[in-house]
């Protein structure tokens, strides 16, 4: 196993203990006689600098890797042409098979899963996914991804642009065989725009005394896995409507199928992500961060932030259930998109169908015009005040 995988993810694969950065460092001095180092790319067999997959219309699935045997898959680096805004990343999507199956272990739009949310491009940076330079336009993973009998990789134009240029590496171990034990690498799109409560928005106790939420069924579900297996990570990407704090729900790992409370239950959304205090601050760790925050009023807008448990997985014998409270007590109306990544025993569980290109689109940035107009909306309830200055309502 230890010529197929450097220890920096071995936690990643096979569930082994914590690898240290002295173990990882002196792995690459040992020699190995059992690998072939192979890629699979889009450059031109003619010769020339045509190194491209050429004019990908809309609605066509095109093939980028399909090989035999047994291996890891080490490393993509992926880029795109036209870039966004002219086509969107979030309207094409990635799909994986290992082994022959027939429904994929990883599906999701291209730009959500190597961290680029919405229409957007932006740089990023993680331990085993990021969006180099130019402006977050070179997507590139480090996700080991084993397979035993064979391995395809296909992406789908789902966008009303043709893909004029579709650049590509992918670097991969050839091996005789792998052990029994190793998972296979998984990865997961959702989206949902999520329902307020019937009595409103109530966060922060704005509409009054907070209700509880004692068993997590209205969270949102970042995966539903069935198997053996450990969870890696979750892309979050929020856009909210209101200038409230959009991140005050709780993340809630059901393992196994245990009832409430779960054995890991936390304490606020930006706890899990690491940060603290309703944060609105670019940050790049190697398991963590927010490379893109919201530039509105409080904290209205798109927000992306990330979590990778490189040397904490969760594990699981039979299932889990990852969701997180949007808002406390799901209190708050926002539109989330996330992917998540595991490794797990096959066959894993057939996803959801994808969410349509119409269903995933970006919402609309709430604009000055809009609020303005909810003031004016406010004024009226007030009874009309020509002063309505906006504290009224905590002077009742």
């Given at each position: ?16 203990a914590l ?25 031109d ?7 491209y ?29 036209p ?37 957007e491009?932006?740089v ?27 391995a ?8 009303e ?15 005789e ?10 990865a ?54 209101t ?77 889990l ?7 406390h ?18 066959p894993?569980?057939p996803?959801?169908p ?15 015009y ?8 406010y004024r ?17």
């Amino acid at each position: 196993m230890r010529g197929i995988i450097l220890p920096l993810v071995i936690t990643s694969i096979v569930g082994s203990a914590l690898a240290q950065p002295e173990s990882m460092m002196s792995e690459l001095t040992r020699l190995k006689n059992d690998v072939k180092t192979i890629r699979v790319s889009s450059y031109d067999t003619t010769g020339n600098n045509y190194d491209y997959f050429k004019n990908i219309e809309p609605g066509e699935t095109r093939t980028i890797m399909d090989v035999a045997g047994a291996g890891v898959v080490s490393h993509i680096w992926i880029t795109i042409a036209p870039a966004p805004p002219k086509i969107s990343r979030n309207d094409i999507v990635l799909r994986m098979y290992w082994d022959g199956e027939e429904t994929p272990s990883v599906e999701s739009p291209i730009g959500p899963f190597f961290g680029q949310g919405w229409d957007e491009k932006y740089v990023f940076v993680s331990l085993p996914l990021a969006a180099g330079p130019k402006d977050g336009l070179a997507l590139v993973s480090y996700f080991q991804m084993p397979f035993a009998d064979g391995a395809r990789m296909e992406i789908e134009n789902q966008s009303e642009e043709t893909i004029t240029n579709f650049y590509y590496y992918i670097d991969y171990y050839e091996k005789e065989s792998l052990p029994e034990d190793v998972g296979r690498f998984h990865a997961l799109y959702r989206h949902e725009t999520t329902e307020a409560l019937p009595d409103g928005e109530n966060e922060w106790a704005a509409l009054g005394d907070p209700e509880e939420n004692p068993t997590g069924a209205e969270n949102y579900v970042v995966c539903e896995i069935e198997g053996r297996g450990h969870y890696v990570g979750v892309n979050y990407y929020v856009h909210s409507p209101t200038p409230m704090w959009y991140g005050e729900g709780d993340d809630m790992f059901f393992i196994d199928g245990e009832p409430f409370p779960p054995s890991l239950h936390g304490t606020g959304t930006e706890d899990y992500f690491n940060t603290a205090w309703c944060p609105q601050e670019e940050l790049y760790h190697p398991f963590y961060g927010y490379p893109r925050v919201n530039e509105q009023f409080g904290w209205m807008g798109r927000t992306h932030v990330y979590r990778f448990h490189i040397t904490d997985p969760v594990y699981f014998d039979e299932s889990l259930l990852f969701s997180i409270e949007h808002g406390h007590n799901n209190a708050l109306t926002l539109d989330l998109s996330t992917v998540a990544y595991w490794y797990q025993s096959e066959p894993h569980k057939p996803f959801p169908p994808l969410p349509s290109v119409e269903e995933r689109a970006p919402k609309p940035f709430i604009s000055p015009y809009n609020v303005h107009r909810w003031r004016h909306n406010y004024r009226e309830n007030m009874g009309g005040d020509p002063e309505i200055w906006g504290k009224e309502w905590e002077e009742k």
